[in-house]
């Protein structure tokens, strides 16, 4: 699996899948419309940064609120190379593997990485790297079918693959 490197946008406890991407722009499946809304909410001028392989970084609960699978397809269109937080609700957590965005759990990393860090994530090993402060943290690596569903984009070409 290939990594991920870029600037770290960062955000709180709770970030809930209607800031991810807001539920009046849930009439379009169009991963290019939906990244244009990305974080819109929280952050009015998110899509108006993030550059292709940069990485959000939250704390606790990260995708909590409604089960819809729009939230990682935004996140991954907008050009985010990866997800790290504390924590993640679990039907966004599996619905980012579904979809093949890389979302990694650390909590030291989550609680002290800073907005705009520079950090680099390691899929292979789970080694997460603050470029900007030198700091090296583990987490949680992927085991190997799950690092396949990513690197084919997601799990219905895993299974079409299969």
């Known amino acids: 699996m290939e990594n991920a490197k870029g600037k770290v946008y960062k955000y709180g406890d709770n970030v809930d899948t209607d800031v991810i991407i807001p539920a009046r722009y849930l009439n379009s499946s169009d991963p290019a419309e939906l990244a244009t809304h990305c974080m819109e909410d929280i952050d009015k001028e998110f899509v108006n940064k993030v550059q292709k392989g940069d990485i959000i970084v939250a704390t606790k609960n990260f995708g909590c609120g409604s089960s819809r699978e729009h939230a990682p397809i935004a996140i991954k269109a907008a050009g985010v190379s990866c997800v790290i937080a504390e924590t993640f609700a679990r039907i966004f957590y599996r619905n980012a593997i579904n979809i093949g965005l890389p979302i990694i759990e650390c909590a030291d990393a989550a609680r002290e990485i800073a907005d705009g860090d520079e950090v680099e994530v390691d899929f292979d090993s789970g080694v997460i790297c603050d470029v900007t402060t030198g700091k090296s943290y583990q987490g949680q690596a992927f085991p190997e079918f799950m690092q396949k ?12 693959e299969k």
Request: charged content about 10%.
């Open 149 to 160: 569903i990513i690197d084919l984009g997601g799990l219905v070409n895993y299974i079409n």
